[in-house]
Structure formats: structure tokens, C-alpha cells
């Protein structure tokens, strides 16, 4: 039995579920004259129950009633119609969707009636019983619901339910009773899927023991059709010799010998080179298809902004450089993807700042203009809630005065964007003037913190009400921080990194809203301001940004069950003033992750240079350059990179090669090389850093 909400709904067949159908008055007469019984020319009678009917209007809703009454095995002065085994009130509920087009769905009764409008093709019934176990699906019973439906060959609903399963895998295999009934075939089929949303292949071999205990003396002769859809390949050396080659099923089991042999030998090989790379022809060493896409969309590189898209493979642990950027380069903006879409706000184009948005549809690769904002903003704060693009403080850029002083203020106001009217509208002005700050939501609010007013970076912190259109101070970080990194994750507001005025910090801390109090993080292993921040795989994640004397290309991550950091592979370019999101259920979602071949390092440099070359073509009279990395990561990055379950480790040696050297190293090389701090910020991002290199910008 699946287990469904105690709920009822009424849907009708024409309107798709809004309460009303279509041509209402006709149906409307019909089941008027059945209730009067006028012109019925049979009785469909099930058990003790008799229902007379119209025959023409059971045609027309069935093919079943079709062939039954026009048969020349009917007779037509034959009037009652027995159907025996048929529940009395689904043959009710069934006769009056004929009727109405309109059908009571609750938990009690839709297996049986999914079951009888299958049974006797009522499909437009079928259909609505269908959507309405698509709209009801749980972690506790879209495997009975998949089941179901592969038993009533309802292949829309068998699709759905087996995409809800495996997106939710991790949640559904730990905790669901319908996973240990699985049959073997439909077990292994979920999990030998390139679908499988599971962050590290040890959750698949748990699934794999789970499923094996539930009955232990029948099931474990299937171990080695069960192990060879773990991808073996990806555990951790560690994991694989300690939890699956010395596990009570598979140690002495000579049946998966050579599964295990293949693989000590694979690792083995993995160990011993520099550059460790996916064997995409090994099953057992292949990554898995993300559900979700970690984007990362322009920044500033060696002394300009570029337009460069990378995306991050988070089942290969690798950046990809995307094709699709857009014909502007620009930095310190926003970015928010609602969708499929990504939307682009403000920003600076290392001449002007920008009051113009664009969109980028992840589906079909196209870039397009939408409304401009009504201010211009360069390090713009931007937040997403209730489907609208919230805008916050920022900077308007020059005009300065005949001193060379910058006499234009930072931003106290807000603006909030309507996708689908395609308009900006002003806000309640922040409490606060700052540009540099950054904004995320939570719990139907905005929350932006820290920043720059001109003067001083700020340590305080605000929240917007878009009920009351106010904005209401909340207590103050511990730490100055302009240049930070904002965003909601596991039910707080987290502020990583930025400046204080003196320094690029790698502190951390996190506000409660429930009890108003900031508590200090675990720091990361690199200082940054200026970065990209995110949550991806429950993880919070730290892109790029700059650490006082240059600009960065590290990536690390945080787990907040184990407090703490972790190392992830940089990305492709050294960048700063970035902005990043996460896009989920892409469709295509194949054309943003790492494929051997065609995401090779020569490749990966081709579309980096292609990034370099418009930059400089757009600022030819700059004389730095951006520093490039073609490799998979460095050792520490590669690490991750076969180790999901991932092992904090030290910090990284962050410098990076000269300005003026534009030769493609890998990391490891351009740890030994420095470059200056000139180069790598722009005059806008110098301006926050105090009021005297305001005068600069």
C-alpha cells in the first residue's frame, strides 16, 4: 500500500486541476438526466449496486464501453451490463468522471482507482490519477508509486517517480521500508543509473548492505550483480580496503573477486600518476550525472573584467569552461538563477558601472536583455525571494570632481525585479549606505551584511520585510567585512571572509535569526574578499576571490555537521568580483559537465584564451595579463577528486605568476612565482578598501 497524505482533492479533466471544467453546461445536463434516469439505455451492475447510464456518453469516455456496447455480441435489447469484482464505489466514482470530468481523489481511494481506470481505459480518469501520485510523491512512497506504475504500465508516472527517486536517493535508501521490498532487477536498476544523485559511491555500498540484511540468506548470492553498481572506482583508497573489500559479503565471496582485483588495480594505477583522470570506458570509474550546476559568471583577472562562464562538476570534482558568454565582460555584479534562467545584474565594465541586466537561458544557450535597473550598481548586493531579484546598495561609479575625488556616494537603495512583467520597482531605502556588502534570504526576509559607506567597512547587518516594505537593523557582525560572502544554509545567515579595513580575512561566522546572536566558524584555509559563495550538495562553497596580494583561483568548501573545511579543485582562472549560482534539474544538464575529451586540458585552455584574448582586445593598453590553470587541480583539488567523502587539509600556497607572464603553467609551478596585488584588483575594488583609495577609483 503506498503511503500518501491524508487529503482530498477534487480535479477535473479539461482545466487541468483549477476547479473548473470546460463545457459545463452540457456535462452538466447529462449527469442530470443519468440522476433522473431519462433516456439511459443500460445499467452497469456491480454486486448489489446498479448504476443505469447512457451508453454513447461510457463510449465516449471509454474504448473499453465502446467495444462492449458496439459489439455485435451486445445485444441492444440487452440493457444490464454485470462487471464482477469491481468495488462498488470505484465503479461509482468511474461513471460519474464520464459524467463530470471531474473526480475525488484522496489516499483511500486512488490505488484502486488508478487500477480500475486502467483496467477499463478510462484514460482521461487514468491521467488525473496519475498527476495526482506525481503531485503526492515522498521520500516514503515514490518506490511503491514507481512500482505501481510499472504494474499499470503508466510509463509518465513510472518516469517520474523513478526522477524523484533517484534525485532523492541519499533521504529515500536510509529511511524508506519500500526500499528493502525493491525486486533485484528494479534495484539495480536504480543504482547502477548515471542519475543516481549520490555525493560519494560509500552511500551506494550502504545502500547495497541495507538491502542485503533485509534478508540476508536469499539475497546475498546477488552480491556480485548488487557490487557492480557501485562505482568502486571513485571511493577513497581508504574506504575501499577498510568498508567494502573486507565486508562480511564480499570478502569471502569469489564471485566478486574479480570485480575487487580489477579495481585494487585501478587505484593502484590512480596513485601513481601526477595528473589522475576519469577512464570514462570503466564502468566502476565512471562520474555521475549532477542535479545540480554550480555557475560561475564573469570577474576581474589580471587588471580587467572578463565575460567567462564556468561551471563545476560536482560528481567529477571539476571546472568546465562554457561555451555561451555573454559579448559583455563585466565584474562585481550579481547573479540569480530562478529556474533555468540566470539572471545578471549590474556591474562594472572596467569603464562604467551598469544599471543593465541580462539573462542567460541554461536550456538553449541564448543570452538576452532584460529591463535595466533604475540606479546603476557596481558591487551590488543581490537576494532571490518569492520569485522576485532583489538589488541592494551598490556603487554608481564617477562623476569625480576636479580634484580627481570621487564624489559620488555609496547606495542606500533597494529595487526588486518581477520577472514575469519584466520591471523594477523601488523599495524602502536600507538603513544603511553600502556597496560591497552581500544579501541572501530567509524565512520570507533579506538579510544584507557588511559592506563599504564610502569611509568604513562595516560590521552591521539589516533585514528587509517586503510585507512591511522596512528595513530593521539586527545585531552586528563581530567583524568589520566589506567584500563578504552572505548566504542562508542550514536555517542561518553565514558571513565568510571580506575585508576589515586592514586585511583580507578568512574568519567566519553565523547568525541565528531565532535567537539574534552571531557565533564564530571554523576560518578558512584562504583569506578572501571579492569571491563567489554558494550551496551545493549541502555543502557551503567558496569560489575565487582575492587575498590581499592576489587574485585567487582556490575553492574550498564547508560542512557544517563536521565544522569543517575542505579543499575542492580550483578553478580554470585565477578571478576575483565574481558571482556564482547554482542552476538545478538542467535538462541538458550533459552539456555542463566534465566529458574526457572534449573537456581536456588543451580544450579547457582554448576557451580560456579565448576569455583572455576579448579581454584584451577590450583594454589593450593594460599591461597584465590573467594567470591560467590547465590542469585537473592541484594534488590537494585532485584529492577530492576520487575522494568524496573528503579529508580537511592545509592550506595551499596561493601566489601566482607575474603579471606580464603569459604562459599556461599548471599550479604546482605557479606556486613558486608571485604576483602583484596591482594587477589583480580593479580601481573599483581598491576604492573600497578605505576612503583615502576612494580617491583613486
Not at 429 to 453: K, Q, V, W
Request: charged share 20%; net charge neutral.
Amino acid at each position: 500500500m503506498m503511503s500518501l497524505p491524508d487529503t482530498e482533492e477534487v480535479v477535473d479533466l479539461e482545466s487541468g486541476g483549477d476547479g473548473y471544467y470546460r463545457g459545463d453546461t452540457i456535462f452538466g445536463i447529462l449527469a442530470e438526466l443519468r440522476q433522473a434516469g431519462k433516456f439511459c439505455d443500460a445499467v452497469i451492475k456491480v454486486k448489489n449496486q446498479s448504476y443505469p447510464i447512457h451508453r454513447n456518453i461510457m463510449s465516449a469516455c471509454s474504448p473499453y464501453f465502446k467495444s462492449l456496447f458496439t459489439s455485435h455480441a451486445f445485444s441492444t435489447e440487452k440493457r444490464e451490463v454485470s462487471i464482477p469484482g469491481l468495488p462498488a464505489d470505484a465503479a461509482r466514482q468511474m461513471i460519474d468522471f464520464a459524467y463530470t470530468r471531474t473526480a475525488k481523489l484522496t489516499a483511500e481511494n486512488i490505488e484502486v482507482l488508478t487500477a480500475v481506470a486502467d483496467q477499463f481505459h478510462v484514460h482521461g480518469l487514468l491521467k488525473l490519477c496519475c498527476e495526482y501520485l506525481h503531485r503526492n510523491l515522498t521520500h516514503a512512497n515514490c518506490l511503491g508509486i514507481l512500482r505501481f506504475a510499472q504494474t499499470i504500465n503508466c510509463k509518465r508516472l513510472e518516469k517520474s517517480a523513478l526522477r524523484f527517486a533517484l534525485k532523492n536517493f541519499g533521504k529515500i535508501y536510509n529511511t524508506s521500508n519500500e526500499f528493502l521490498q525493491l525486486p533485484l532487477d528494479t534495484l539495480c536498476s536504480i543504482l547502477s543509473s548515471d542519475q543516481l544523485n549520490v555525493s560519494c559511491e560509500e552511500f551506494v555500498f550502504d545502500a547495497v548492505c541495507r538491502w542485503v540484511d533485509y534478508c540476508p540468506d536469499f539475497r546475498k548470492i546477488h552480491m556480485r550483480r548488487l557490487l557492480a553498481t557501485v562505482r568502486l572506482g571513485l571511493l577513497p583508497a581508504l574506504v575501499f580496503e577498510g568498508k567494502v573489500k573486507g565486508h562480511r559479503h564480499v570478502a569471502d565471496n569469489m564471485e566478486v573477486k574479480p570485480l575487487i582485483t580489477d579495481t585494487e588495480a585501478f587505484l593502484a594505477e590512480l596513485d601513481k600518476s601526477e595528473e589522475p583522470d576519469f577512464d570514462m570506458s570503466l564502468p566502476f570509474a565512471r562520474p555521475r550525472v549532477p542535479h545540480e550546476i554550480l555557475f560561475v559568471i564573469g570577474g576581474w583577472s589580471g587588471g580587467r573584467p572578463i565575460k567567462m562562464v564556468e561551471t563545476y562538476d560536482t560528481r567529477a570534482d571539476r571546472w568546465v569552461v562554457c561555451k555561451s558568454e555573454d559579448a559583455t565582460p563585466r565584474a562585481y555584479h550579481g547573479v540569480i538563477a530562478i529556474g533555468c534562467i540566470i539572471y545578471v545584474v549590474g556591474g562594472f565594465d572596467a569603464s562604467e558601472c551598469f544599471n543593465n541586466c541580462r539573462a542567460f537561458d541554461t536550456r538553449t544557450k541564448v543570452w538576452s536583455e532584460v529591463a535595466p535597473m533604475n540606479i546603476k550598481r557596481s558591487y551590488v548586493s543581490v537576494a532571490l525571494l518569492d520569485g522576485h531579484i532583489y538589488a541592494m546598495g551598490g556603487f554608481e561609479g564617477p562623476p569625480r570632481n576636479p580634484s580627481g575625488v570621487i564624489n559620488s556616494p555609496r547606495l542606500r537603495s533597494a529595487e526588486r525585479f518581477n520577472p514575469l512583467t519584466n520591471q523594477w520597482t523601488l523599495i524602502a531605502n536600507m538603513r544603511e549606505r553600502r556597496s560591497d556588502a552581500s544579501a541572501t534570504s530567509l524565512n520570507g526576509e533579506i538579510y544584507i551584511c557588511g559592506g563599504f559607506n564610502g569611509s568604513e567597512c562595516l560590521c552591521s547587518a539589516e533585514v528587509y520585510n517586503p510585507a512591511t516594505d522596512q528595513w530593521t537593523l539586527v545585531p552586528p557582525m563581530s567583524s568589520r567585512r566589506s567584500g563578504v560572502g552572505v548566504i542562508a544554509y542550514n536555517g542561518a545567515i553565514y558571513a565568510v571572509g571580506g575585508f576589515d579595513g586592514v586585511s583580507r580575512t578568512s574568519t567566519a561566522e553565523r547568525y541565528s535569526p531565532s535567537d539574534r546572536t552571531w557565533s564564530n566558524l571554523p576560518e578558512m584555509y584562504n583569506a578572501r574578499s571579492n569571491f563567489g559563495i554558494e550551496v551545493i550538495d549541502d555543502m557551503l562553497f567558496v569560489i575565487g576571490g582575492f587575498n590581499g596580494e592576489t587574485t585567487i583561483y582556490n575553492v574550498e568548501c564547508f560542512d557544517t555537521q563536521a565544522g569543517e573545511w575542505y579543499n575542492a579543485t580550483d578553478m580554470n582562472l585565477y578571478k576575483s568580483a565574481l558571482s556564482a549560482c547554482v542552476v538545478r534539474d538542467l535538462p541538458d544538464v550533459r552539456d555542463y559537465v566534465y566529458k574526457k575529451g572534449e573537456n581536456s586540458s588543451q580544450q579547457q585552455t582554448t576557451g580560456v584564451q579565448t576569455a583572455v584574448a576579448t579581454s584584451s582586445a577590450r583594454t589593450a593598453t593594460t599591461n597584465t595579463s590573467p594567470v591560467i590553470s590547465t590542469s585537473a587541480g592541484t594534488g590537494t583539488g585532485m584529492s577530492r577528486l576520487f575522494t568524496p567523502a573528503l579529508t580537511a587539509i592545509g592550506p595551499r600556497n596561493t601566489s601566482s605568476v607575474t603579471g606580464s607572464d603569459m604562459r599556461l603553467t599548471s599550479p604546482n609551478v605557479l606556486a613558486s612565482r608571485s604576483f602583484s596585488s596591482s594587477s589583480s584588483t580593479s580601481p573599483l575594488s581598491r576604492s573600497a578598501s578605505s576612503s583615502s583609495a576612494a580617491t583613486q577609483a
